[in-house]
Every structure is written in structure tokens, then in C-alpha cells.
T-cell receptor
Framework: KAGVTQTPRYLIKTRGQQVTLSCSPI?????VSWYQQTPGQGLQFLFE???????NKGNFPGRFSGRQFSNSRSEMNVSTLELGDSALYLCASSESGTSLYEQYFGPGTRLTVT | AQKVTQAQTEISVVEKEDVTLDCVYE???????LFWYKQPPSGELVFLIR??????QNEISGRYSWNFQKSTSSFNFTITASQVVDSAVYFC?????????????FGKGTRLHILP
């Protein structure tokens, strides 16, 4: 099976702009979770989608949003970008709808906000 | 509230030495899951192990072994006869089964350098 893919791999944006990141889970996986990784805060959970529904959300402002499509592909959107949004954004998929099971991670999208 | 502490920020050992990565967790739930993930320089986290709170048996997988002790709330990871390819950042994580938020919390990670 193909692994989790994320596009784009690298992105440079300017403060105030918005950005959309894409994640394609492993075939057959219905759960997709998003994480933000920064040197200071480490790995932080953003949200999880299962069968097109957001199941959980981490402690991030409303500028961070996402959605999942019927084919389980997911997108994450960040509006009004701030310098602090510069991070590696990781997507993970799993067979089950919870984070209680092993997750398979993609290579991430490195976002730089200038 | 759940919390995962990896006190060792960075460790360097010479190849073939054994190394133990510490993980201490906090939770009020009786049912929870613990994980270890490896993040090599490529950035992609790789699942290593999942252990539920009712299974305190130690586990060995090749050169990797895990020691789970509920009495000290620890889930330590040992690499025996380390190799350069083991160089990576290792994350310990906790997920509470009874937590309706159903989120997973990661430790800050331990960066492991295996020197040739």
C-alpha cells in the first residue's frame, strides 16, 4: 500500500495570507489527524477527522480549520497567517476512528511564514 | 490532565553501546495507551510500539525493548547495540481511552545521536 502523502512538501507564505495543505491517507484508512510540530512547542494535536466529520480539536485558534472528503483525503487551512505558524505540519492516518491505535504519518509540509 | 515528560532532550552514545530513553507520564484514567514513535531526519514519524495500561509485560523487538512500570508511571525504551541508523528523535505519547477528547499527547522528544 502507498503511504500517507502530503502536498506540498514545502511552502513559503507571507503574514496575513492563507494556506491550504493536503493529505491523502493510506487506502482504507478513514481517520486523518493533523499535528503541528515546532521546536518550541513540540508536536501538538490540531484535529482529527473520521468519515468527513471532525471528531476532536486541539487548542488552536479558529484560524486553523480542516475538512475531510468522501475519499478520506483531508485538507487543512490556516487563514491570516502569523509568523508563529511557521512549522512542520504532519498528517497521520489510521484504520480506526480514534488515536488509540497506531497512526501512520506522512512526511509533512514545512510551512514558513515571512 | 494528561502529560508526558521526556527529560532527556539529547543523548549521544557511541555505536554498539546500549541506550535507554526515559518517558514518564501522568494520567488520571485507568485505561490508557502509551506509544513510542521514531522521527528520522526525513521527518516522517514511524510507529514503534503501542501498549495499553493493563499490559505491564515488557516487550522486546530485535534490538528494541520497552519497560512499562505503572508504579512509577514510566515507559522506557532501550536500544541494545545501537547503530548509526538509530539516530533520530524519539517521541513517547499517551492517549487516554476514557478521555472524550480522544487526543494523543506527545512528549517533547529525545534526540538520539549514535556516533560511529
Amino acid at each position: 500500500k502507498a503511504g500517507v502523502t502530503q502536498t506540498p512538501r514545502y511552502l513559503i507564505k507571507t503574514r496575513g495570507q492563507q494556506v491550504t495543505l493536503s493529505c491523502s491517507p493510506i487506502s482504507g484508512h478513514r481517520s486523518v489527524s493533523w499535528y503541528q510540530q515546532t521546536p518550541g512547542q513540540g508536536l501538538q494535536f490540531l484535529f482529527e477527522y473520521f468519515s468527513e466529520t471532525q471528531r476532536n480539536k486541539g487548542n488552536f485558534p479558529g484560524r486553523f480549520s480542516g475538512r475531510q472528503f468522501s475519499n478520506s483525503r483531508s485538507e487543512m487551512n490556516v487563514s491570516t497567517l502569523e509568523l508563529g505558524d511557521s512549522a512542520l505540519y504532519l498528517c497521520a492516518s489510521s484504520e480506526s476512528g480514534t488515536s488509540l491505535y497506531e497512526q501512520y504519518f506522512g512526511p509533512g509540509t514545512r510551512l514558513t511564514v515571512t | 490532565a494528561q502529560k508526558v515528560t521526556q527529560a532527556q532532550t539529547e543523548i549521544s552514545v557511541v555505536e554498539k553501546e546500549d541506550v535507554t530513553l526515559d518517558c514518564v507520564y501522568e494520567t488520571r484514567d485507568t485505561t490508557y495507551y502509551l506509544f513510542w514513535y521514531k522521527q528520522p531526519p526525513s521527518g516522517e514519524l514511524v510507529f514503534l510500539i503501542r501498549r495499553n495500561s493493563f499490559d505491564e509485560q515488557n516487550e522486546i523487538s530485535g534490538r528494541y525493548s520497552w519497560n512499562f512500570q505503572k508504579s512509577t508511571s514510566s515507559f522506557n525504551f532501550t536500544i541494545t547495540a545501537s547503530q548509526v541508523v538509530d539516530s533520530a528523535v524519539y517521541f513517547c505519547a499517551l492517549s487516554e481511552a476514557e478521555n472524550r477528547d480522544d487526543k494523543i499527547i506527545f512528549g517533547k522528544g529525545t534526540r538520539l545521536h549514535i556516533l560511529p
